[in-house]
């Protein structure tokens, strides 16, 4: 079974940058959308950033300027590059692919910002 795996999270202080990746275990055909979801403790699951398979993005309001979603399609890999970071960005993060029934889930990466 195919797995999505997510690093480049941590701790880092307001004003910081982190950096995360997502890649599939094994190979995936024909993945349209990627996108970037987040988790606060005692919040819903949000969208933070999306990414099309022509490259159309959309990102929430709050991340907007501070956050950019990018894919490699050779590598069915996405990025979400996070600058200025704030405090209330801290959440456990999780990268979805979307496929034409199916959707694949990341199993999470914590992401804490220090103030």
């Known amino acids: 079974q195919v797995q999505l795996v997510e690093s480049g999270g941590g701790l880092v202080q307001a004003g910081g940058s982190l950096r995360l990746s997502c890649a599939p275990s094994?190979?995936?055909?024909?993945?349209?959308?990627m996108g970037w979801y987040r988790q606060a403790p005692g919040k819903q699951r949000e969208l933070v950033a999306r990414i099309t398979s022509g490259g159309t993005t959309n990102y929430a309001d709050s991340v907007k300027g501070r956050f950019t979603i990018s894919r490699d399609n050779a590598k069915n890999t996405m990025y979400l590059e996070m600058n200025s970071l704030k405090p209330e960005d801290t959440a456990v993060y999780y990268c979805?692919?979307?496929?034409?029934?199916?959707?694949?889930w990341g199993q999470g990466t914590q992401v804490t910002v220090s103030s």
């Open positions: 094994g190979r995936i055909l024909r993945i349209n959308a």
């Open positions: 979805k692919m979307e496929l034409l029934h199916y959707n694949y």
